[in-house]
């Protein structure tokens, strides 16, 4: 009982320090690059992204030779994690440095098109109704102006912002421009885009893309983003920047260039069999490259930061996550575990690797960390910086990087019911609200998740079961409630489904 008690209490301590918004680089690595001049930073977050769609991280079939070389002269992060297992809840922890439960946005965000109407300008409180055993949160329609984004962080600091791509963080009045952001091209309320196509649009009332203007019909979106990445990094090559980079694919619609296509339906297939994302898979990944070179071209390279990695798993069908169990979604890793890459020229060692799990909420304070940039003071901020990792400092930093990692969905999805999970050390749990249930894992010895040990390890469970409680706790998370007028022979509210919206064609092509 001691040791447990042991357990609990040093759980407590790490949670508390945390909250402190702990920062390492004054006495880890300078804030300026060698040249004396500020780092440059370009973090990039790719939707739907699965662990296995990379060759440096096994794939047999995908090819992604910039993303590989991105990998090679960088830290690469075993353990890299989305903050959530859909997108828009890892999107606002990953602008904020906060977990999801804490910023309130805990789902993917209807967007305007699919009736996400914000009334009075307030997200929605209160549950929602149905009949099932639950009720759940409304899930916010917007992130909240008064959260502090990386581009609030970096901007006193003197730099210059530009938001690509994918925000799906609210509508017009909440657009990355209304949270800091010096320029925004392509960022709006949707979680997908009608089209991957210029004109990028339906054709239907507001399921367009506002802010990124056609420009030459039949231009691929992620070829678009890439163009427009490069130009804002050679225009602002002489002031230091921030390039926010979040491409809309690999999302569905499944749409690709047609001569990728057929490349890859001319390969031999392995886990991995859907041409069409593969080619999507190319496309980011000749992006990458695009922006490499803009960063070489610029003159740049030696203080620039990059960093790499995903809004959540890859979704099951389009692609396969094996050896991580399920995908996009669901509580397993395969629904949470990402590629996560750090370049950093003259810090990190180039080809190096790190076990220690990290977060999406990890990228706000690592990067005011490496600029000398003031953190917020104001408000709890869950993430921590990296920057002793990236430099190969942790073990200066006490066991900070111990931590627990928390995940909390409080909705029905699919057929799957709530859930929240925390991870600390090698030891993972689940705990499912309807029907109320434990899953414990140890992730060193079962890395897909196939062998759960809750009633074989009672004692872990509750130790485990009172560090998430107390997470629940602090990060004032919402939660479900019963349901008293459900009626279990009744029929049930339809659930939302994996892709925002009317589903589109899944496989289509130009």
């Not at 070389?69 to 606002?92: E, H, I």
């Not at 098109?113 to 109704?129: L, R």
């Not at 057929?262 to 695009?290: H, L, P, R």
């Not at 000398?372 to 920057?387: F, H, Y």
Request: hydrophobic share 35%; net charge negative.
């Amino acid at each position: 009982m001691r040791s447990h008690m042991l357990f609990i209490a040093s759980i407590a301590l790490l949670i508390a320090c945390v909250s402190t918004n702990v920062v390492f680089a004054e006495d880890v690595v300078p804030t300026t690059a060698p040249d004396g001049e500020p780092w440059n930073f370009v973090v990039i977050l790719i939707d739907d992204m699965g662990w296995m769609d990379l060759t440096c991280q096994g794939s047999q079939y995908f090819e992604t030779p910039n993303i590989d070389r991105l990998a090679a002269d960088g830290m690469t992060f075993t353990n890299g994690y989305a903050a959530c297992a859909v997108c828009s809840p890892t999107r606002a922890a990953f602008q904020t440095g906060r977990y999801p439960a804490r910023v309130g946005v805990t789902d993917w965000i209807r967007s305007k098109f699919q009736g996400g109407n914000i009334i009075d300008g307030q997200n929605p409180t209160g549950f929602t109704s149905g009949n099932q055993p639950l009720h759940c949160p409304k899930n916010a329609l917007f992130m909240e102006l008064d959260e502090v984004t990386l581009a609030e962080v970096l901007g006193p600091a003197g730099y210059t912002s530009c938001f690509i791509g994918k925000w799906h963080l609210g509508q017009t009045d909440q657009y990355p421009e209304a949270q800091g952001y010096d320029f925004n091209i392509g960022g709006c309320d949707l979680g997908q885009p009608p089209s991957y196509f210029d004109p990028y649009d339906s054709g239907r009332e507001f399921y367009k893309i506002p802010t990124m203007d056609a420009r030459s019909e039949g231009e691929y979106l992620t070829d678009r983003e890439a163009d427009e990445a490069a130009a804002f990094i050679l225009d602002h090559s002489d002031e230091p920047f921030l390039l926010n980079l979040c491409h809309y694919a690999v999302h569905t619609p499944l749409q690709a260039k047609r001569d990728l296509i057929d490349k890859y339906d001319a390969k031999e297939k392995t886990e991995q069999t859907n041409a069409t994302y593969a080619a999507m898979v190319e496309s980011v990944d000749d992006s990458i490259g695009a922006v490499l070179d803009a960063i070489e071209e610029a003159g740049v390279a030696d203080r620039t930061f990059i960093l790499f990695t995903s809004d959540n798993g890859g979704l099951l069908g389009p692609t396969n996550n094996t050896p991580l169990r399920s995908g996009k979604g669901f509580p397993y890793e395969g629904g949470i575990r990402e590629p996560f890459f750090v370049k950093w020229p003259g810090v990190v060692e180039p080809g190096s690797t790190c076990d220690t799990p990290v977060c999406s909420i990890d990228v706000l304070p690592t990067l005011a960390d490496a600029s000398g940039a003031a953190m917020p003071e104001d408000r709890a901020i869950d993430g921590i910086s990296l920057v002793p990792l990236l430099a190969g400092e942790a073990t200066e930093s006490g066991d900070v990087f111990d931590r627990p990692l928390f995940w909390h969905f409080p909705h029905y999805r699919g057929g799957l019911g709530p859930y929240s999970i925390v991870r600390v050390g090698d030891w993972k749990l689940i705990k499912r609200y309807d029907p109320p249930k434990f899953e414990l894992y140890n992730l060193a010895d079962d890395l897909s998740e196939t062998t759960d040990l809750a009633t074989q390890r009672p004692a872990i469970v509750s130790d485990l079961n009172m560090t998430l409680e107390d997470l629940i706790e602090s990060t004032d998370a919402r939660m479900p409630i019963i349901n008293p007028e459900y009626k279990p022979d009744g029929a049930s509210e339809p659930q939302p489904r994996d892709s925002v919206g009317p589903r589109p064609p899944l496989v289509t092509h130009s």
